[in-house]
């Protein structure tokens, strides 16, 4: 699955999360079906970020073999960081989500951007 999502089209994230079910419905791993929530999870977090925060809009990227890696990436430079969200706080809680739940999870620098990827299933990475 690859699809291109424009900048604070927030729409885009259930779009996103519907392709993503489509596809790991036809992926048979044990767990399946907590692991298909754990990646719509995962994957709304990480597409959100993208849109909220990056000019230019992003490209999601799933792919399934023995794991399901999925990768946003966007066009704007910089790392970002997990942080402690506040506790009366709406936000800030993606990436904390990500490093928690994903079997592994890491930040690629693009010569333009960066991708922010996660992989679950199919055991230790």
Known sequence: MERKVRHADLKAVGEVRRELRQLLSRWTVPGGGELMEVATLLTSELV??????????AV?????????????????????EPR??????????????VRSLADAWGIRTESLG???????GGGPA
Not at 48 to 57: F, S
Not at 60 to 79: I, K, M, Q, S, Y
Not at 114 to 120: A, G, Q
């Open 48 to 57: 959100t970020n993208a849109l909220v925060h990056a000019e230019g809009g």
């Open 60 to 80: 999601v990227t799933a792919r399934v073999g023995d794991r399901l890696r999925v990768e946003v990436r966007d066009f704007v430079p910089g790392r970002p």
């Open 114 to 120: 960066k991708s922010v990827w996660f992989e679950l």
């Open 84 to 97: 402690a969200p506040t506790t009366d706080g709406t936000s800030g809680r993606g990436l904390m989500l």
